[in-house]
């Protein structure tokens, strides 16, 4: 009998035991809150945008608890890697370099880099036809890049670089930028507001081939898979859709 009562405690305390465990466990996602409509702040401070939206969702699946931690964009990886946060979903773009740095998801969207100019403006947006511009875009991101790599770096026209897309915004309202490169999500969000009502896009996507992911620490394969597994989940049962509606008339996925 008093083995038995034992046992009866020990099975006790072990499901105590992994019930905490189970409470306790907490992931911490990395967000920049500064990329309308995928992610900002609202007027109560709170962290809102699809990326926010698709983690949340994506914990739901894995049935853990998850908490904001924001951070700038320019030191958004290294803080991945100094352990501020267990993922990164804010809109990153999956390339080669970043590779040798972090891991990343399946992509959960995919997007494109398109140029925006004033609608009274015949902007063109060939090689040739950029020299003397002035561009704006956010650093260390696919739009900086290409612009390096197609004459910028080479000084045909000005590259005028910034911390966070609104203040991109505000410089080409302002006048002191001849257009935007920015990704096309961000930048058809921002044209449907009163700022933008003036603007457009100009000429085709400069990359139409520009896939985001999810970074996660290198090696972390178990939580990579959990939230790619995840991620099919919240496609297949439509998850997925409704947050992309909320935000777009057209799929980005």
């Not at 970074?215 to 496609?235: Q, S």
């Amino acid at each position: 009998m008093q083995t038995y009562k034992k046992f009866l405690l020990a099975a006790a305390a072990t499901l105590v035991f992994s019930a905490n465990a189970m409470a306790a466990e907490k992931l911490r996602m990395g967000i920049e809150a500064a990329y309308p409509p995928f992610n900002n702040k609202d007027a109560s401070g709170q962290v809102v945008g699809f990326d926010k939206d698709i983690g949340d969702a994506l914990c739901a699946k894995m049935k853990v608890e998850c908490e904001v931690v924001t951070s700038d964009w320019d030191g958004i990886i290294p803080a991945l890697n100094a352990k501020k946060f267990d993922f990164l979903i804010s809109s990153l773009s999956i390339t080669d370099e970043r590779k040798q740095a972090v891991d990343f998801t399946d992509p959960y969207y995919s997007n494109k880099q398109q140029f925006i100019a004033p609608k009274n403006v015949d902007f063109k947006t060939d090689r040739a036809s950029l020299k003397g511009k002035t561009i704006g875009t956010q650093r260390a991101t696919q739009a900086a890049t290409w612009l390096d790599d197609n004459g910028g770096m080479d000084g045909e026209f000005k590259v005028n670089l910034y911390d966070g897309q609104e203040n991109a915004y505000l410089d080409l309202t302002s006048g002191r930028l001849d257009a935007i490169l920015a990704d096309k999500y961000a930048n058809y969000d921002w044209l449907k507001s009163d700022a933008g009502k003036n603007y457009e896009f100009k000429g085709d996507p400069v990359n139409d081939s520009d896939k985001v992911g999810i970074a996660v620490r290198k090696g972390d394969n178990e939580l990579r898979n959990k939230l790619n597994a995840a991620l099919k989940e919240i496609v297949a049962d439509g998850t997925y859709k409704k947050i992309n509606d909320k935000y777009f008339p057209f799929s980005i996925y």
